[in-house]
């Protein structure tokens, strides 16, 4: 079965879900996590998000989490079951979550439970600050169950959330 929007980088079928350590022996997975219209990064508003596409993105987080001994699986998505679902897959299985959920940071409830279900670090990351943007953005449902948050510092923030999962695991 293939879920639609799930096909970024080393995307994965959440019902098809790989061991742990699959190719990579004694490395921790990391599940990174893109919400809607993510996928569109590159060429939606670059003068907010920039120029770098989702693609960029994941290979700067993947090739920090090797340099750190971990391993990095990314599931993309414009659907929050899809999302929930590879957080469920998650568990037991991935070490932490690094997840930027675009726009349903502010609105999903079912997203905030699933994350609350999962038993290790979450490190939230925004390219823009939503804080400093319209007054809808500056609620974050994923922020109370994150372990924390990295915002405003653009593609930056996905190395930087790859960093404090090793600090975090270690
Ligand atoms: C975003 C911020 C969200 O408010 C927005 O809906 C996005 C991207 C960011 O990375 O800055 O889609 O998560």
Do not use: K
């Not at 987080?61 to 750190?68: I, L, R």
């Not at 932490?96 to 939230?124: K, M, S």
């Amino acid at each position: 079965m293939t879920e639609p929007g799930v096909a970024l980088g080393a995307a994965v079928d959440p019902a098809e879900v790989a061991p742990a350590t699959a190719g990579q022996p004694g490395r921790p997975l990391v599940l990174l996590l893109s919400g809607p219209n993510l996928n569109l990064l590159g060429d939606r508003q670059p003068e907010v998000y920039g120029s770098a596409t989702l693609e960029d993105h994941v290979a700067a987080a993947t090739e920090a989490a090797a340099s750190a001994g971990l391993a990095v699986e990314h599931v993309q998505s414009n659907h929050e079951g899809v999302l929930i679902d590879a957080v469920h897959g998650a568990r037991g299985r991935c070490a932490a979550i690094v997840i930027n959920p675009g726009a349903f940071t502010h609105y999903a409830w079912g997203l905030h439970d699933a994350l609350a279900a999962f038993d290790g670090p979450v490190v939230e990351v925004h390219l823009s600050n939503p804080d400093a943007r319209e007054p809808w953005r500056r609620t974050s449902v994923v922020s109370p169950v994150a372990t924390g948050t990295i915002a405003g510092l653009g593609g930056h923030g996905y190395v930087l959330a790859i960093a404090a999962v090793a600090r975090l695991l270690a």
